[in-house]
């Protein structure tokens, strides 16, 4: 037996090195969780200047504002919920995404008769309320328009023209929930992969913000919010990554941008599938097997930013529980042509709970790129006019703006991934990105976690936290295993 081998079997709890790449929900569940199970020699290399990843809770207006995940999607299943459901830290959130006005570009406000009627075919017709999807062939955008129109059909008559902008409008709300650029790349039959957690899908971290999820998981005492907990002396920032070598069986190395060399004896990587994507062929040496990589090109990470307009007063009347912006035709080839494009692509604007003086908009896609490169004072000038342009009274100048850029950022890349058409052509999925890789004894060297690599809860925070348990309860079977065997 070689010098190499006796070492690794001679590897204990107490002395395996692990290494995690990211230090976002992913990497910090693996963390807390491997610390708890007796591992002592773990160390988080986190890319940013924070811990989190695309949670991002900051100061902001009266309290604090959310940059990335934002709400905790349902109860029933969801780890996140069941983590912190004694501790009073979520509630229900005010139902503007359900109540909002439809406003025309002219500034014509649709009566809540027909918007109500045309909203609940739209809802209805999202699939996880239907049992006909599993056999569908072709995308998401397609079954909506399918089950649309056949409800739009029994109605009293709706001119058609409003029936096709609010369609539209419906088509990027959803989108953003899938983080696709158009819902006509999202796979149909797919999207049932998705689980739905059942309960409450929008519950909001009162004035403490998701942060306050991690804060639970790193064991954090209330009188010490910016402490890391457990995880103290086991993360280091600012440690961007240039290589990951898991070539041959002993030992792996990480070299990093300021050409540290880092060991280990098991690597988890949790960075964005944006990051693989851009990264894989350099970042692996040797290169990741053929499955792996079809599942990195095959899985879509799409991108959805939000802006935050605080006001010196709340700026929307009392009967105004937010606003969605649907194009008349003649308004949208003038918008098209002109260098205010972009806007095509934001949707909405809704209150922030706990934070009644801002307006938090969103956008989508390839627009949503598009505004990530424009100066903060363009995009600001642009939803002004956006306002202007729809809206039946004046928004007066907000005291601060503030957007995010997650597509913008070389960590990031993206916002959270989705099942495309493609990924069904490449006949693939998370469980390749979730494969390990193991050497011919069955230790796991090279380790897959993140939202992307869970099979059927990837876009969410409770999805990204499964994965990062997954993977250390994989290095703590390995042990106990080893152990039993001695």
Not at 105 to 128: C, H, M, R, W, Y
Not at 303 to 327: M, Q, S, Y
Not at 344 to 373: C, D, K, N
Request: overall charge negative; hydrophobic content about 40%.
């Amino acid at each position: 037996m070689s010098a190499s081998s006796l070492r690794m079997l001679s590897k204990t709890k107490q002395t395996a090195r692990i290494v995690i790449v990211g230090a976002g929900s992913a990497g910090i569940a693996a963390a807390t969780r491997l610390l708890e199970q007796g591992f002592r020699n773990v160390l988080l290399l986190e890319a940013e200047d924070r811990i989190g990843g695309r949670v991002h809770t900051i100061p902001f207006a009266d309290n604090v504002v959310d940059l990335g995940a934002q709400w905790c999607h349902g109860e029933q299943g969801n780890v996140v919920y069941q983590k912190v459901m004694d501790q009073k830290l979520l509630e229900v959130t005010e139902p503007h995404y359900e109540n909002f006005k439809c406003v025309r570009s002219n500034g014509e406000v649709l009566p809540e008769t027909i918007a109500d009627q045309l909203k609940k075919i739209a809802f209805d017709s999202i699939p996880e309320r239907q049992t006909d999807l599993g056999a569908y062939e072709g995308s998401l955008g397609d079954y909506l328009n399918m089950k649309y129109w056949q409800e739009v059909a029994k109605l009293p008559p709706i001119d058609r023209n409003i029936a096709e902008e609010f369609l539209e409008v419906f088509h990027k709300f959803e989108a953003s929930v899938e983080a696709a650029d158009h819902l006509y790349e999202v796979s149909g039959r797919g999207h049932l992969e998705y689980w739905l957690c059942d309960g409450e899908l929008l519950l909001n971290w009162r004035d403490k913000g998701y942060k306050q999820f991690l804060r639970v998981l790193m064991k954090v005492k209330d009188d010490q919010p910016e402490d890391l907990g457990i995880l103290k002396g086991h993360v280091l920032l600012n440690k961007r990554i240039a290589e990951i070598n898991w070539q041959g069986v002993d030992e792996l190395t990480i070299r990093c941008w300021n050409g540290e060399i880092i060991t280990a004896d098991h690597i988890i990587c949790t960075v964005s599938l944006g990051v693989l994507k851009e990264q894989h062929k350099q970042l692996f040496v040797p290169a990741l097997p053929a499955p792996k990589v079809r599942a990195i090109d095959g899985l879509k990470l799409g991108t959805v930013d939000k802006f935050f307009l605080e006001f010196a007063a709340p700026p929307l009347p009392e009967d105004w529980p937010g606003f969605n912006c649907l194009w008349l035709q003649e308004d949208l080839e003038e918008l098209r042509d002109s260098e205010l494009f972009w806007l095509e692509s934001v949707f909405g604007f809704y209150p922030v709970s706990h934070q009644p003086r801002i307006l938090q908009g969103w956008i989508i896609g390839a627009h949503a790129r598009h505004m990530e490169t424009l100066t903060e004072e363009k995009v600001l000038k642009g939803l002004l006019w956006l306002f202007h342009k729809f809206l039946p009274f004046n928004v007066p100048q907000p005291k601060r703006f503030l957007r995010t850029q997650w597509h913008a950022n070389p960590n990031f890349r993206g916002s959270y991934t989705f099942r495309s058409t493609y990924t069904e052509e490449l006949r693939t999925g998370a469980w390749d990105l979730e494969s390990p890789l193991l050497d011919v004894g069955g230790r796991p060297r090279l380790q897959f976690a993140g939202e992307a690599t869970h099979k059927h809860y990837y876009s969410t925070v409770h999805g990204a936290v499964e994965t990062g348990w997954r993977e250390a309860e994989r290095l703590n079977f390995y042990y106990r295993q080893r152990m039993s065997q001695l």
